[in-house]
């Protein structure tokens, strides 16, 4: 039976950091420190009057703000945005971004993956990046009301006009709000034909804290903490003594979900009501 020693758990706000031009940088997930295949994560502090400038050259890299800074910027294809909390980019390999810190230091999380076959993208055209903020991502629900959820990269999602959020399979990834007593069911992710060797999956906790299930053992997170599950380890994740945030990533977007337990309610999503009397529509997450 599966343990919590199967999972890899990581305190970023200890882990080593390198002094990099733009400030500091905490390689905080990769094959060496995890066993991701497909991902490597970084936690990056840019600091004060300074910038860091980021080139997807032939990978994808989706870069979060954890932390914004008072005036600083996002600049994205000759545009200028708010490095707010929530905002960012996903560049496809080509595309390049500048975040520029003043008044204050900018907290990202940055991750980055390899360009992947065809069998994944299936038939999606990988492209273009896009700037993101929580004011142009739709929350979604789940039926039991304890769990919102805004992905930043997630090729099922549609937009209000119908279009896709993301037009790639390289990575699912967004931000994650349970209420007091919200939980996952218990579940795990394997492989698919296209990706035998299935996604790495990683939840960054930032506000609250949580607690890990994985067979009859648990371990609680706090804030800063990164947790690694490798394929096919069936785990849970829980609220604990109030709200939890948290980043969820898997790279590549192709796996599949089997859910352990009863529970009915937390396994279908729907998009927030355009209108207070309007339908819900659920997420075809397909």
């Not at 060496?32 to 502090?45: A, D, E, I, P, Q």
């Not at 371990?219 to 945030?245: C, K, M, S, W």
């Not at 898997?250 to 009501?273: M, N």
């Amino acid at each position: 039976m599966a343990t919590i020693n199967d999972v890899s758990i990581i305190d970023t706000n200890t882990a080593a950091a390198d002094e990099v031009d733009s400030g500091l940088r905490r390689t905080v997930c990769s094959a060496r420190l995890c066993g991701s295949k497909n991902l490597t994560v970084y936690r990056r502090t840019v600091l004060d009057g300074r910038q860091l400038d980021v080139g997807a050259d032939g990978d994808y890299h989706l870069v979060y703000v954890m932390q914004g800074s008072s005036s600083g910027q996002v600049n994205f294809d000759s545009q200028a945005h708010a490095a707010e909390e929530g905002a960012g980019v996903l560049l496809a390999p080509g595309d390049s971004a500048r975040f520029e810190a003043a008044g204050s230091a900018i907290e990202l999380l940055h991750m980055i993956t390899p360009k992947p076959p065809a069998a994944v993208e299936a038939g999606l055209p990988g492209g273009p990046g896009y700037f993101f903020n929580r004011n142009t991502l739709r929350a979604l629900s789940d039926a039991s009301g304890g769990r919102v959820r805004r992905f930043c990269a997630e090729s099922s999602v549609r937009l209000l006009d119908g279009s896709r959020l993301t037009p790639t399979n390289a990575i699912q990834a967004g931000e994650m709000h349970y209420k007091e007593g919200g939980a996952s069911p218990y579940h795990c992710h394997n492989g698919t034909d296209a990706n035998p060797d299935g996604a790495a999956h990683v939840y960054m906790t930032f506000k609250g804290r949580g607690k890990v299930d994985v067979g009859e053992t648990s371990q609680e997170i706090e804030p800063g903490t990164l947790v690694y599950f490798p394929p096919g380890v069936p785990h849970r994740l829980n609220a604990h003594g109030g709200p939890l945030d948290y980043f969820e990533i898997q790279a590549w977007r192709s796996f599949r979900t089997s859910i352990l337990s009863d529970e009915p309610l937390g396994l279908k999503w729907y998009y927030e009501r355009e209108a207070p009397d309007a339908p819900l529509v659920e997420w075809n997450q397909s």
